[in-house]
């Protein structure tokens, strides 16, 4: 079957479609014939190699041990092993799998849910990690409630997007932070108030929030924490390097002395239990994937280009089915 690969660290060029053998399901995996993935940072970051100290949490020092890219999945279920229960042949599902970017991948049972006949396989594909990170962020780590105030920073990214409408779905108040560009876009999925960063610090403003969740965002740890109203939460989720690993190293000391609390969700864990949750919403409309553009997996290169070198609004696809 054809993959995409990266044999080497660096810029998207390293990326390949290659001949590779087609993935055997063991007795708890099910094997997916992939119509459509999406791109994430967690496939481009570490396929830069850089920073360095990337490829020592990660994946090889002098080149990737794992060399396939992808895991957003959708697609149908070809074959079974023996102890599956939950899913048949011709199934339509979307999910994770490791390797997304190819013609089949193998998911455990836990990894998928079935795709709501509604959304495409391209919508379908865009949802698992933007919209779990943008689930486990509110709910898990940001304990978000009805009525509260909350500020998604990144509103327009691919975890931004499925951030503002879940928030809303939890009856939050929401405060966008994107560029103009976004504004109207942040208003049309439902956000109460847009702060263009480019000209407005909302740190500044003189408001107060329950919950501040920073997708992106380059603001000091005690910037966000001024703004938080007493038991209010900072919940970080990307942006840069630096930022992450202030929130995870810094953010509990700095939680300890009053109840407002300084927290990051480390890496999103996919779980079919929040892909059920999501399927529902999208199922009832409450939540809407979001998709920049679409390329052939023969335009991979173009793509992952196209999503560094850019802000895609929502998620950019790869259509696996286009290039036969
Ligand atoms: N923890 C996890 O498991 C996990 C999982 C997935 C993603 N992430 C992280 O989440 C982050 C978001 O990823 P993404 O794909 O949604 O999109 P992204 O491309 O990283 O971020 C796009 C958003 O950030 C905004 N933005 C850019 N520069 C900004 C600035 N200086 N201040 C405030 N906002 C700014 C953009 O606004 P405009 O386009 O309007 O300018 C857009 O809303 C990444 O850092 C990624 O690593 C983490």
């Known amino acids: 079957m054809k993959a995409a690969v990266y044999r080497s660290y660096g810029p998207p060029e390293v990326i390949k479609i290659e001949e590779v053998e087609k993935p055997v399901p063991n007795d708890h995996q099910v094997l997916i014939k992939i119509h459509a993935s999406s791109i994430n940072a967690a496939d481009y970051r570490p396929r830069s190699g850089s920073p360095f100290l990337l490829r020592l949490l990660n994946n090889g020092i002098l080149k990737p041990k ?7 999945f959708s697609g149908r279920v070809e074959e079974i092993g023996a102890r599956v229960k939950q899913f048949q042949p011709g199934d339509q599902v979307f999910g994770f799998t490791n390797g997304a970017f190819a013609e089949y991948g193998c998911s455990k049972e836990s990894s998928i849910v079935i795709k709501p006949a509604n959304i495409s396989f391209e919508e379908a594909a865009a949802v698992p990690v933007a919209a779990i990170t943008a689930l486990q962020g509110l709910r898990n ?3 978000i ?7 998604i920073q990144g509103a327009s990214g691919g975890v931004g997007i499925f951030a503002i409408q879940l928030a809303k779905y939890f009856g939050a108040e929401v405060t966008a932070v994107c560029s103009a560009r976004n504004v109207e876009m942040s208003r049309s999925f439902g956000a109460d108030y847009v702060v263009d960063y480019t000209k407005e610090n909302f740190t500044q403003s003189g408001n107060r929030y329950d919950l501040i969740f920073a997708v992106n965002g380059y603001h ?6 001024r703004v938080l109203l007493p038991q209010g939460r900072y919940v970080c989720a990307g942006g840069s ?3 992450i690993f202030e929130a995870m190293l810094l953010g509990p000391m700095m939680s300890r002395k009053d109840g407002r609390k300084m927290t990051s969700i480390g890496i999103a864990k996919i ?3 929040d892909l059920v949750f999501l399927a529902r919403l999208l199922k009832d409309g409450k939540i809407v ?5 679409c390329y052939p997996l023969t335009a991979i290169v173009e793509a992952f280009r196209y999503v560094e070198d850019t802000l895609p609004k929502g998620k950019v696809v790869i259509n696996l089915e286009n290039h036969r």
């Open 271 to 273: 779980n079919q239990d």
């Open 66 to 72: 794992n060399t396939r890219l992808g895991s957003d």
């Open 241 to 243: 390097l630096s930022q």
């Open 220 to 225: 000091s740890l005690p910037a966000y924490k």
């Open 141 to 143: 780590a940001g304990a």
């Open 289 to 293: 994937p979001v998709i920049d553009r």
């Open 145 to 151: 409630q009805a009525g509260y105030k909350v500020v």
